[in-house]
């Protein structure tokens, strides 16, 4: 398990910092569309969406401004910070948030039997599934009646979602099927456009319900012609794809900034993943120079490129990471005829981290780590325990990238090149996505007029920030579950403890000896005993828990 998990950090591919003094940027993808054939899992862009413009910066050599010194393993590289920015000027090209397909949860997550509300970019919305059309459906999380949130209601007998608060039902189409107040003798009022639920256009891909933030009808066909970023070995069955997911209390720029820097690993989270020994260590947690380079850059993302892979970031949500094939000695050439083959006999891990906005401050992972070897595990443990790890890794450093993100927003997110000295390659890849934002999205996520420009709530205490139930164990069916079941355990352990000492105690004498009565006590302080523990057991993975660098 501790392979698998070491995935979470240590494999994302290295990048390089771009060369300041002459920017190159390719547009590689119309939309962030991938195939693969059943033999190869590689990603290939679709030809027909392939829109190749390539935009080419140079510098000027009359600016002036403040320049930097970046030293990486191979060379120091001069930055001149207005040239950055009089580039980031000349293109007019800005990412539009609200024109993306999002992943809202996992399908093994959710319940058919209930509405289910989320929040994302902002959007407050619900999905349900409709047992008519068998599909899962995404509506604004909003009765048009009173405007209670329709999460809050059920899915009645006839399959429609109705909303609790005065019983208005909704079909799968949004149009509004009753209104119980109305009086039927009188015209039908719940025909009214007015009477109608916003519905978002979804669908069902990799395991996981997508939707598209505008209700309005012109994108009712919108998946005909953009897809959502489809990622292969999620549903190939040779690889193990267990999805889950967690609600993140910092915000989407921090937390995919995060996922990219392997570099932080060892440090951040020092004694829960194995991380690769250097020959000579300079330290206790064993860092060491990683080179890293970002390449292919437009408004749809940009490709990474490490020592043993490469990676994508596919805007403004996936992040998928990958092992590159081995080169073709079989014919003494360098490499295979076929580049991006796949052997088939090739152990390949994947890491998949698809991170998504929720408002200011809030954020979503959705996690995968597919492989083709050693399936068997996944199938045999639950997915829970696998969860306990994951979610300690995710707590190890969830405190400090709160109070960064805080930092951040006090410089200004757009001056993270200013105030952030980034003098290393091992910080590429990082520096490509600010890069990224700042080019496309003026350094942050594009909230429009909702949240009062993107302001970030207050820090809370450290118990609040690292608490377990509500950010994952209620949204995860398997964590339920094992929750659910562990308390009955527990229950049970006690009602047997105080059970025997009872039986001890109304026992009279000579019913029983001596060593019967030692025998059932002992047992009975062991169920007690088993009880506590699992009590700690339980708070200690579902609840909270801490982890302290400085004690490590």
Known sequence: ????????????????????????????????????????????????????????????????????????????????????????????????????????????????????????????????????????KVFNDMCPHRLAPLSEGRIDQSGRLQCVYHGWCFNGSGACKLIPQAPTDAAPVHT?????????????????????????????????????????????????????????????????????????????????????????????????????????????????????????????????????????????????????????????????????????????????????????IDRIIPRWVFHFNQNLVLDSDLYLLHVQEHKIKEFGPSNWHKVCFVPTKSDAVVSGYRRWLNKYSQGQVNWGSKFNGGALPPIPPRRELLDRYWTHVVNCSSCNAAYKGLNIAEIVLQVIAFGLIGVVGIAKQGMMTTIQRTAIFSLAILCFAASKWLSHFIYKNFHFHDYSHALR
């Open 192 to 376: 009214s456009k007015k009477a109608c639920v916003a519905v978002y256009p979804s669908t069902v891909q990799n395991k996981m319900v997508w939707f598209w933030p505008n209700s309005d009808p012109e994108f009712k066909d919108i998946l005909q012609k953009k897809k959502p970023p489809f990622i292969p070995e999620l549903d190939d069955p040779s690889y193990s794809n267990l999805l889950s997911n967690r609600e993140i209390n910092y915000g989407y720029e921090v937390l995919i900034e995060n996922l990219m820097d392997p570099a932080h690993v060892p440090y951040a989270h020092y004694g829960i993943l194995n991380t690769p020994t250097p020959k000579s260590k300079v330290d206790r947690e064993g860092g060491r120079p990683l080179n890293l380079s970002v390449k292919d850059m437009d408004i749809n993302g940009f490709s990474t490129k490490q020592d043993w892979g490469s990676g994508n970031f596919f805007a403004p949500c996936v992040y998928y990471v990958y092992p590159d094939p081995p080169p073709d000695s079989g014919n003494g050439s360098e490499s295979s005829a076929v580049p991006n083959k796949v052997s088939s006999s090739q152990k390949r891990p994947i890491l998949v981290f698809i991170c998504i906005p929720v408002s200011p401050g809030k954020s979503r992972l959705i996690w995968s780590f597919p492989r083709n070897f050693a399936v068997w």
């Open 1 to 136: 398990m501790s392979a698998h998990l070491t995935m979470l950090s240590t494999r994302i591919p290295k990048l390089l910092v771009s060369d300041y003094e002459k920017l190159s940027f390719t547009n590689r993808i119309s939309s962030c569309q991938l195939n693969s054939s059943p033999q190869s899992s590689t990603w290939i862009l679709s030809q027909h969406q392939c829109n190749r413009n390539i935009i080419t910066g140079k510098p000027n050599a009359s600016n002036s401004g403040t320049r930097m010194s970046v030293v990486t393993a191979a060379s120091t590289v001069s930055i001149d910070e207005s040239t950055y920015e009089t580039k980031n000027k000349e293109v007019s090209e800005n990412f539009d948030w609200y024109a993306q397909w999002y992943p809202v949860m996992p399908v093994c997550d959710l319940d058919k039997r209930k509405p289910h509300g989320k929040r994302v970019i902002g959007l407050d919305v619900v999905v349900w599934w409709d047992k008519t059309e068998s599909q899962w």
